[in-house]
């Protein structure tokens, strides 16, 4: 439990500390044109409702790959948890 939690205190610290991502250049793009173009605002009144979508699009597809990996470990945690209690117990 121990190396869990330094484990978990190191990629915190790490994701504080780490420097702002570069977008992709479609991505950065769009979010450009969508800044510039203020000015048309037929459908909707947030000039920048286009590039807070990127954004969050953008952390959606960082986030399921993580989430996959959690369960996954979570899911062998407790796995070989149980075969070591299983074992000591006999």
Known sequence: ??????????????????SPAWACPL???????AVDST??????????????????????????PYAIFAVGGVYCYRHLRGRAGASAAQ
């Open 39 to 64: 000015s048309e605002q037929e459908f909707t009144d947030d000039p920048l409702a286009e590039a807070k979508a990127y954004n969050r699009n953008i952390y959606v597809m960082i986030g399921v």
């Open 27 to 33: 991505c950065k793009e769009a979010a450009e044109s």
């Open 1 to 18: 439990m121990r190396h869990i939690l330094r484990l978990t205190a190191a990629l915190t610290l790490a994701a504080a500390l780490a």
